[in-house]
């Protein structure tokens, strides 16, 4: 594990003392809360300080958001998910958490935890309490009453106490002034500006970090003297109405309530519509869900750019995707807006409405080529999902909507291993809705299969004895024949594979009746697994062969990864091992398309069974590590995805006997220390590095030279642009070979690159 925090996109200005206050006290507590108001920096200095800390911590430093989090039951789904766990068994997901970090050296960071307090209170204390590696960084707007918390009250920045220039120059308030000023009015600088007005104006300002960047905002149409005038004003009319306000509160309301006051009418209506959005904002559902009524569709993307100007909203974009964020703080107040006009229910609908709509795209169009574009898209829109799903589960008579939402995402939950919160979600609508319909009944399956998965067959065959009466009722013939596939499910995980066949063969025979081509495929493949376990491998390869065909002339990745699988299984069990490993690494490659960590370990440990049969051991060791440590890394094993086609592991005392355990340990160790990328490059043996035990360092570094020479640049600190002139490439190649690092290596940021290198320098530099 790595972690995940964001890199920073402004200069982090002043806080030396916090900085190291917080950083010692980390050292001697194991949980720590920054405390303070909104906007007064609680989350700039907490990723400071873990960015820090990340060297302290080998397995990372993990910024959990949790203002987008509205429902306190699914606190610790959400830390699981951002630990990049996969919850497909019952297990609760404190527990998968808990089990996961119990023998790591991990900084947690809990961010904005202040609507959670007791839930995020009672984790942390179970996360304490069995995780005796763990160290925990929260941020709130109080402490959470944990035990052996230590609470750090954050103040606003240091402003100047007069107008001399040295007090002046030395104020980090008057500093962050200046520093987010010139990127509004570039050559704004103490040398040119009136610094005895900018030291008046951050004192009115109190210091309060937000309030400060909002005021340099207005330099693009005031001067600094002109604001300060503005805001005495704005200060004496709030006074009149909010004297029981703490000071700092009035002070941030002010400038809130000012920066609103400048925004034009259009401005003012976006901010408001943009508050139901949670964890990102995507151009189009911007467009779609707040135009009408004052706001025109065509105009969302020029009143986006003003609210960033204005420093309402700011802009993300990674890997080619534009995304629009606002601070919590800015997002409640919007919030507050749309209440008070009465117009939060409509809006929220608009925007249940846009993501129902995206997942019945989405599930038409799964089956195709785009499937990781789709996969990146839902895991920056879950919190919104999660909102759509809440407000379907909440207002009456919405319930059948949320059902298509939550039905049209099953693929993307299934594949994430969502299976909990999927059930919980089906659940919460279904008990919501009556009467027979089609989307009851495709919730009532879903649930079903969910259910089956996680191994709880006696509810799954109650929700599908609903689901099976309803279907007949509605005359529904696909679903009438999925209620055969999901008992033939449950035969298979019972272990009764001859059943489970002839029950998974009348629900094909039933689904291409149907014309139900998608769910056609889904249950051939899963008769392909019952046909191999019983024995009738001839039939097993027709019946795949068949589904990879249909699957390869679509372009899909996800269903024909799994095709590969058993083909391999198929051809080993036949006795045609150049063929097993052909499908398992055309398999390999389809899992990295997507990411996705529980097939990656699944191909892997295929790949090593292969290699103990030709008696590569030393590769088979390594492979084998390599699976290991994906396992580990996501909380799970193989049995939680498919518990009747567990992988093969007799191999295993073969290689340890050959080998020699301590030479065995090294190499499954190199394996298991292997970034993820790093690990598939040599499974598919595109890393010219050699699978020995002896040579553990070089299997570590799966890098070309000039990938190393540019890696190291990254750690560096340098761009695109800075390493194109230094190694004399274009800007182009630099940036080909970082996303190739990026891409080897199993990374997402260049923060990544530069802790990999830092971790392995010297040793794993790769020889010429």
């Known amino acids: 594990m790595i972690g995940k925090l964001p890199a920073e996109v402004t200069a982090f200005v002043g806080r030396r003392h916090e900085v190291a206050e917080v950083k010692r006290l980390l050292s001697a507590s194991r949980l720590v809360t920054l405390t303070g108001p909104g906007g007064v920096g609680k989350t700039r200095l907490a990723l400071r300080v873990a960015g820090e800390l990340r060297r302290v911590h080998r397995d990372g430093v993990w910024l959990v958001e949790l203002g987008e989090l509205r429902d306190p039951a699914l606190l610790a789904q959400t830390v699981a998910d951002t630990l990049g766990l996969r919850t497909a068994t019952a297990q609760p997901a404190h527990a998968a958490v808990e089990t996961c970090l119990r023998d790591r050296r991990l900084l947690l960071v809990l961010d904005n935890c202040e609507h959670l307090v007791e839930a995020c209170a009672a984790l942390v204390d179970r996360l304490l309490r069995g995780c005796p590696e763990l160290r925990v ?6 402490s959470l009453g944990a035990a052996g918390e230590v609470r750090v009250p954050v103040p606003p920045l240091p402003v100047p106490g007069t107008t001399d220039p040295g007090a002046v120059a030395g104020s980090d308030a008057v500093r962050l002034f200046f520093d987010r000023a010139a990127a509004v009015l570039p050559g704004f600088a103490p040398e040119t500006a009136d610094t005895a007005a900018v030291a008046r104006l951050c004192r ?6 937000l309030a400060v960047e909002l005021a340099a905002a207005w330099l693009r149409s005031l001067t600094v003297e002109q604001i300060e005038a503005r805001l005495d004003e704005r200060y004496r009319l709030l006074s009149l109405g909010r004297r029981t306000a703490p000071a700092r509160q009035q002070t941030l309301r002010a400038l809130i309530d000012w920066s609103h006051d400048l925004c034009t009418g259009p401005e003012r209506l976006l901010w408001a519509r943009l508050s139901v959005f949670y964890g990102g904002i995507d151009l189009a559902a911007a467009e779609h869900v707040c135009a009408g009524d004052g706001l025109d569709p065509g105009e969302a993307l020029r009143l986006l750019d003003s609210l960033v ?19 919590e703080t800015l997002r409640e107040y919007g919030e507050e807006l749309l209440v008070a006009a009465g117009d939060r229910r409509r809006v929220r609908r608009r925007h249940r ?13 799964w089956m195709g080529p785009d499937q990781a574009a789709w996969v990146a898209t839902w895991d920056a829109e879950y919190p919104n999902l999660r909102a759509a799903l809440e407000f379907c589960a909440d207002e009456p008579g919405e319930a059948l909507a949320g059902l298509r939402l939550a039905v049209g995402l099953d693929e993307y939950w299934a594949m994430g291993g969502h299976h909990s919160e999927a059930r919980r979600w089906l659940d919460r609508l279904l008990s919501a809705s009556s009467g027979p319909s089609r989307e009851r009944v495709a919730g009532l399956r879903l649930s079903g299969s969910y259910a089956i998965w996680q191994g709880d067959v006696g509810p799954a065959l109650r929700l599908l004895t609903e689901a099976a009466h309803s279907a007949a009722e509605l005359g529904d013939r696909a679903e009438i024949a999925y209620t055969t596939h999901l008992p033939g499910m449950a035969a298979l995980l019972e272990g009764d594979a001859h059943r489970a066949a002839a029950l998974l ?38 019946v795949l062969d068949e589904c990879l065909a249909w699957l390869s002339r ?3 990745v996800w269903w024909r990864a799994l095709g590969l699988t058993l083909i391999a299984h198929v051809e080993a069990a036949g006795g045609r091992p150049e063929q097993a490993e052909a499908a398992a690494r055309e398999a390999l490659r389809c899992h990295r398309r997507l990411d996705s960590r529980p097939g990656l370990a699944f191909a892997l440990e295929t790949l090593a069974a292969l290699a103990g049969v030709r008696a590569e051991h030393d590769r088979a060791a390594v492979l084998a590590g390599a699976a290991e440590g994906l396992w580990h890394g996501i909380g799970a094993g193989p049995e939680s995805y498919f518990p009747v086609f567990r992988p093969r592991r007799d191999y295993l005392p073969r290689a340890r006997t050959a080998l020699g355990e301590a030479a065995f340990e090294q190499a499954a160790r190199a394996g298991r220390d292997m970034p993820v990328g790093a690990a598939v490059a040599f499974a598919l043996e595109e890393s010219a590095q050699p699978p020995s035990a002896s040579k553990a360092a070089a299997v570590r570094s799966p890098l070309t030279r000039r990938q190393w020479e540019v890696a190291e640049l990254v750690t560096l600190g340098l761009t695109n642009q ?10 182009r190649t630099a940036e080909t070979h970082v996303e190739h690092i990026l891409t080897r290596l199993g990374f997402t940021s260049r923060a990544q690159i530069a802790a990999w290198v830092t971790e392995r320098r010297p040793a794993a530099s790769p020889d010429a």
């Open 204 to 209: 009115r300002l109190e210091g309060i970090p």
């Open 554 to 556: 679509r372009g899909e």
């Open 505 to 542: 063969g009348e629900a094909l025979n039933r689904m291409r009746a149907a014309k139900a081509l998608q769910h056609e495929v889904n249950t051939g493949l899963f008769l392909g697994v019952a046909l191999i376990l019983a024995g009738d491998l001839a039939r097993a390869r027709h």
């Open 353 to 365: 409405d846009w993501y129902e709509r995206l997942a019945a795209r989405f599930a038409a169009e």
């Open 722 to 731: 800075e390493i194109a002139a230094r190694l004399v490439l274009s800007r």
């Open 137 to 142: 960084l929260a941020t709130a707007r109080q």
């Open 309 to 327: 100007d204005k420093s309402i909203v700011t802009r993300e974009e990674h890997r080619g995707r534009v995304r629009y964020r606002m601070l």
